[in-house]
């Protein structure tokens, strides 16, 4: 990864100098302000005019984003006319010109097997045309040609051939970048179906099982089992939104512990300290129950005296803190290590690291799960949510939360967490 990053930097250097050059051509002194020399006015609007035609091109090379892309692909290169191709149409025509569509397409195919860049003269039989040449440079992906950046300028011009080069170098970053993120959403969705299938035959039996039970001595409480039994499924079991809010994801929590609670009777207790201000908070769909099921799978079924887990949410300033603790029989920290790495196999289950994963993914490195956990120790698991994310949306959601103040703070334990692509221990 840090071999891509180097590319992607040293793909952007040349455009720096572009905009350098450019700079010495077009820049003028008049009305600067602050920006300094007009070489450094001229990198900066060359970086900024770039930074607007990249998100289109991070949503992949379509008509729409093409579109998109193509005024501020153009003003870069200052060139007549510009137009983006896939493998074998023209996306998007910006500028004079139009009409010699037609006549660049046919020079794709060559492109497309080579992989190289080419400048050639243009036929016109318009003596209106300005336009007589056209540089031809390749959009790359993983080594394979998806399209093609096209200038098209009045004369020949070894300048605008290297900057075309270097552009389109640029874009192909981009759609490599839009290549990966539309991976990394199909592995996080297929792990959303791993954990949804982790919902596990266990839990599922053990639920069924817990009902059938009270069927003749509690008919009523058996009914209610087997309602919150059937919310929680179909919950967890939905098709629609990425998102949801922690309102909706507590209740299925609530839903979820109460099937638990059935199971364990006495030997279970369990306290939830809610701020009613962050209940609208919006989070990735299934982030907290596997944190929770966790806590009942690793930590208490292995504990013969009472257990206890306590789920608190609070207002903090521009974040909702979530914090899951109970008093089970903890981990040996370079196990949790090796889980949060992806490293422990599948029989260590995928809810902490797939969770981890999530929140990083949508809200960056320093958003990971915070655990705290030694053997013996229990663990306590804190979660930082922020109130406000670009992208990030859900319809508002409610839940009835018992108030009761939480547990005080169990004894020192290792605390992990994960700051970068590798977990450590602070």
């Not at 990083?360 to 922020?386: C, F, N, S, W």
Request: net charge neutral; with cysteine.
């Amino acid at each position: 990864m840090n071999g891509f990053l180097a590319g992607m930097f040293a793909a952007a250097l040349p455009l720096v100098a572009a905009g350098f050059w450019a700079g010495r051509r077009t820049a003028r002194p008049q009305g600067l302000g602050d920006l300094g020399t007009p070489v450094e006015h001229a990198t900066f609007q060359t970086l900024h005019t770039a930074s607007l035609a990249a998100p289109p091109l991070r949503a992949g090379l379509t008509p729409d984003t093409a579109r998109r892309a193509a005024r501020g692909l153009r003003t870069l290169l200052g060139t007549d006319a510009l137009c983006l191709t896939d493998g074998s149409s023209v996306l998007t025509w910006d500028g004079a010109g139009e009409h010699h569509s037609a006549e660049i397409l046919e020079r794709l195919g060559r492109i497309r097997e080579t992989g190289r860049g080419e400048a050639f003269r243009i036929r016109c039989d318009d003596d209106g045309c300005a336009l007589h040449w056209a540089v031809v440079a390749p959009l790359t992906v993983d080594d394979r040609v998806h399209g093609a950046l096209v200038a098209c300028a009045p004369r020949e011009s070894a300048v605008l051939v290297r900057a075309a080069g270097e552009v389109a170098r640029w874009v192909s970053v981009q759609l490599e970048l839009a290549d990966l993120d539309r991976s990394r959403t199909r592995l996080i969705e297929a792990e959303i179906k791993a954990l949804r299938a982790q919902i596990s035959p266990h839990f599922v039996f053990n639920s069924l099982a817990v009902i059938a039970s009270f069927v003749r001595t509690d008919p009523d409480r058996a009914r209610e089992l087997l309602l919150e039994f059937a919310d929680f499924t179909r919950y967890s079991f939905r098709r629609h939104g990425d998102f949801t809010t922690l309102a909706d994801e507590l209740h299925a929590i609530d839903q979820y512990l109460a099937l638990v609670r059935a199971r364990f009777g006495e030997r279970l207790s369990v306290t939830l300290q809610i701020a009613p201000e962050v209940l609208p908070v919006a989070l990735p769909f299934l982030c907290l129950q596997p944190l929770v099921e966790n806590a009942v799978k690793h930590g208490l079924e292995g504990k013969t005296d009472k257990s206890h887990i306590s789920i608190t949410a609070q207002d903090a300033g521009s974040e909702a803190l979530v914090v899951i603790e109970d008093n089970g029989v903890g981990m040996e920290p370079g196990r949790l290590r090796r889980i949060l790495a992806g490293e422990a196999g599948p029989s260590a289950g995928i809810g902490l690291s797939n969770v981890d994963d999530r929140l990083r993914q949508v809200y960056g490195d320093g958003h990971g799960l915070v655990i705290e956990t030694a053997v013996g120790a229990g663990m306590k698991i804190t979660v930082r949510l922020p109130k406000y994310q670009p992208g990030v949306h859900s319809a508002p959601g409610r839940l009835d939360a018992d108030q009761a103040p939480r547990t005080a703070p169990r004894a020192e334990a290792d605390q992990i967490r994960r700051t970068g692509p590798n977990p450590r221990t602070r």
